[in-house]
């Protein structure tokens, strides 16, 4: 991303408290060093205002795990994936599929992957007013699209399910 204020976390969190209890339009993205959307060899809380289209950055050596998780209650409610479930993935559409078993392949051979469920508005996704959900091999730093008109919650319930239960 090009414009990003850099912040101290608990700033950020300040920010992102003072957003949703303004009931603003936002959402904030927890990216590894090893992902293709971060520029830093660090890990980014990336926070998005997408009313002002104002975004902010902390970085940090060590994950953010406290704080990811306060911003992520805060957004989504405090509803977790369960991890044992298991979706049906014969009702997956045919291009999202190959993505789903391509989880569940690197999963069952512990090797890392993680995903992104990029919103219409975000300012990681290319693909506005379409969703993108972005699909990191991280063995082989493979990235795929999968651009949709509307949300692909079943496909993106599976991988959490498989990411959640690693
Ligand atoms: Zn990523
Ligand atoms: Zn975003």
Not at 32 to 49: F, I, R, S
Not at 105 to 122: A, E, V
Not at 142 to 159: F, K, R, Y
């Amino acid at each position: 991303m090009e414009f990003m204020t850099e912040l101290p976390l608990s700033e950020l969190i300040i920010t992102a408290t003072q957003l949703n209890d303004s009931q603003a339009d936002w959402h904030f993205h927890l990216l590894t060093p090893m992902c293709t959307l971060n520029a830093k060899p660090q890990y980014a809380l990336v926070l998005e205002d997408i009313g002002t289209s104002k975004n902010y950055v902390s970085y940090q050596a060590i994950k953010p795990f406290a704080a990811s998780n306060q911003l992520a209650k805060m957004l989504h409610g405090s509803g977790m994936i369960d991890p044992t479930g298991h979706i049906k993935a014969a009702e997956l559409a045919p291009d999202e599929k190959p993505i789903y078993n391509h989880a569940r392949l690197l999963t069952d051979q512990q090797r890392p992957w993680h995903h992104h469920m990029l919103f219409p508005n975000c300012a990681y996704n290319k693909h506005a007013p379409k969703w993108t959900l972005l699909f990191e091999d991280q063995s082989d730093t493979q990235v795929t699209s999968l651009v949709s008109d509307t949300e692909p919650t079943l496909l993106l319930t599976g991988l959490e399910q498989l990411f959640y239960r690693r």
